[in-house]
Structure formats: structure tokens, C-alpha cells
């Protein structure tokens, strides 16, 4: 009921959810530096997530709801049925509608007032990096470790420990994916490692990835390292989880290796990155990565 009090009293910064945890993040991180200028209302619209017949969009979940996040949340089944469509049309007619045009930084959007809808992906740390304590802060992890967790997370912490990962499965499958996506070489990850043992002499390495039987096939590690392959499911975030944990990464072309060290909030830290974000040499990715981030 709170909603409808929420529609008739306050402007409200409506942003839409796309993709899995990562894009998910990026999108709240945008609306939630919007809302907080404008001392606006934040709503996040999932109604689109776990829509079977989107052409081109893989079928996904909510998954903010391991954060405190500060929201509130529109549900397609839960909240969009006449009565309230009925309510809150008003106000959406009066909605400005805001989608992303490209990968680079549009900071003219920050010029917006009123009622505003996002639609995008939002991916650089510019449109919310004036508010990153906000951010890290509701990107706080809710749920506890299970046993296994927290003892990888104790070697983590114990050490002077870098992520590694290392994401395949969605992107060299059959769902066109592969063909928007490039795909780091075996190459890439040892480059990157020597490249974070010649300033980290100590490096311990953690893999993370959805195929370690390819990465032990192919990525030859002489350094000390340990393979997570526990998490998977609806456990995957807690391998962002412990991402962020260690000292230093090697990221891969993922939104969710990116928040892994984005979320390190460790001022010496190492990250490196693939320079190549997506196949398509025309889409302009130079804001995606932050300045201090390394490209390989």
C-alpha cells in the first residue's frame, strides 16, 4: 500500500532491470546516485526480468536481494494489477524516459528533474562514483557464509590474495552470446599473472570460474592457487563475495568480476582488465573501465 502513497506524493527515479547481478548493480548505482541528487524516490521496475519471449535477453531473477538496498520495488506479479495500473498511470504519463544510448559517460543526465524512467545498462563507475561509500555500503552483503565460505574466506584474508576469473559457459554457447562477447585467451590470464607477481612477489591466487576444467587444462598457474567451484545456483554472488575480498584481480569481460573489484575498497589494489570488452571494435567501451584499472 506504501506504493501508492510513494506515486501521489514524491517524484520518483524508475529504473529497469536487465540481466543478471552485475547489470542489475549497474542499474541500481545509477538510479540510486539520481534519486539521492534529486532527493527523489527509488523504484526499482523488475517487471521485465523473467520475460520467456524477450528476443535476445537471457532469462533471469531478481538478485538485489542480497543487499540492504534502499528501494522500493515493483514486482510484476505482485504489483501490476489494474488497480494499481490504474494509479499510478497518471504519473507515468508524465514520466520522463531516459535510454541509454551508448557505452560512454552522459553526465547530462544528472541535468534530468521530475519523474524519470532508466532504461539501460549503465555501465561505468561515473554515474555513481561521486557516491561510492553509499554504494559499497548498500552492496553489503547480507546473507552469512556457510562453513566452506568462511574458511575460504579466512585463507583470502590471511593472504596476499588475487581473483581470478574466469567466465565461459554463457559465452561460448549456442545463444549468440559468443558473437557479442569476446572471449579472454588462456593468453590473456597468464600475461595478467605475471604481470601481478612482478609487484606482488607473495601473490596467492584464487580462481573463480563457471569451467575450471578449462582453466586447469589451459591456464597453467606455477604459483600457489586455489580453485572455488562450490558456488553455484542461486550461491553464485558468493563468489563476488569473496572476490572482494582479496587484495588484487584479474577480471575478466564480466560485470561481475568487475563489481568483485570494484567492491575491494583496498587503496593499493591491482586490477587488471581485458582491454577487449565485446567483439564489435565500434562499440566504444573507454568509460567502462576506471582510470586506475590496468588493460591488457
Given at each position: ?9 514524491h517524484?520518483?527515479?524508475?529504473v529497469k ?9 549497474f542499474?541500481?548505482a ?5 534519486s ?6 527509488l ?5 521485465f ?12 531473477s ?6 540492504s538496498?534502499d ?5 510484476k506479479e505482485?504489483y501490476?494489477?489494474?488497480k494499481?495500473?490504474?494509479?499510478i ?7 520522463k ?12 543526465i ?13 555501465q561505468?563507475?561515473?554515474?555513481f ?8 555500503e ?11 565460505n ?13 581473483s581470478?576469473h574466469?567466465?565461459?559457459t554463457?559465452y561460448?554457447?549456442a ?5 557479442y ?22 601473490a ?6 563457471d ?9 597453467q598457474?606455477?604459483y600457489?592457487?586455489?580453485f572455488?567451484d ?9 563468489d ?25 575498497n ?7 582488465a ?5 567483439n564489435?571494435p ?6 567502462i573501465?576506471?582510470e586506475?584499472w590496468?588493460?591488457?
Amino acid at each position: 500500500m506504501w506504493l501508492f502513497l510513494v506515486y501521489e506524493k514524491h517524484k520518483m527515479i524508475i529504473v529497469k532491470l536487465l540481466g543478471g547481478l552485475g547489470n542489475q548493480m549497474f542499474q541500481y548505482a545509477i538510479a540510486r546516485h539520481l534519486s539521492k541528487k534529486n532527493n527523489d524516490t527509488l523504484i526499482i521496475d523488475s517487471s521485465f526480468l523473467n520475460i520467456t519471449n524477450a528476443t535476445g535477453y537471457t532469462l533471469r531473477s531478481y538478485e538485489l536481494g542480497i543487499f540492504s538496498i534502499d528501494a522500493g520495488i515493483l514486482h510484476k506479479e505482485k504489483y501490476f494489477g489494474k488497480k494499481l495500473i490504474s494509479r499510478i498511470r497518471p504519473v507515468l504519463s508524465r514520466t520522463k524516459y531516459v535510454n541509454e544510448q551508448s557505452f560512454k559517460f552522459a553526465p547530462e543526465i544528472f541535468n534530468i528533474k521530475g519523474n524519470i524512467y532508466l532504461e539501460g545498462y549503465w555501465q561505468t563507475e561515473k554515474y555513481f562514483r561521486d557516491i561510492a561509500d553509499t554504494i559499497r555500503e548498500d552492496f553489503t552483503f547480507l546473507p552469512a557464509l556457510n562453513d566452506i565460505n568462511t574458511k575460504v574466506a579466512a585463507q583470502i584474508k590471511a593472504c596476499n590474495a588475487v581473483s581470478i576469473h574466469v567466465r565461459r559457459t554463457d559465452y561460448v554457447g549456442a545463444d549468440g552470446a559468443a558473437t557479442y562477447h569476446s572471449i579472454c585467451s588462456a593468453a590473456y590470464y597468464l600475461n595478467a599473472i605475471e604481470q601481478i607477481c612482478e609487484t606482488v612477489p607473495d601473490a596467492v591466487f584464487f580462481v573463480f570460474s563457471d569451467d575450471i576444467p578449462w582453466v586447469k587444462e589451459n591456464i597453467q598457474i606455477k604459483y600457489p592457487h586455489h580453485f572455488i567451484d562450490h558456488n553455484s545456483g542461486k550461491q553464485s554472488y558468493i563468489d563476488m563475495q569473496l572476490m572482494s575480498m582479496c587484495k588484487h584481480h584479474i577480471i575478466a569481460n564480466s560485470s561481475f568480476s568487475w563489481w568483485g573489484a570494484w567492491l575491494n575498497n583496498h587503496q593499493q589494489k591491482t586490477v587488471i582488465a581485458p582491454k577487449t570488452w565485446f567483439n564489435n571494435p565500434d562499440i566504444d567501451t573507454s568509460d567502462i573501465l576506471p582510470e586506475s584499472w590496468l588493460k591488457l
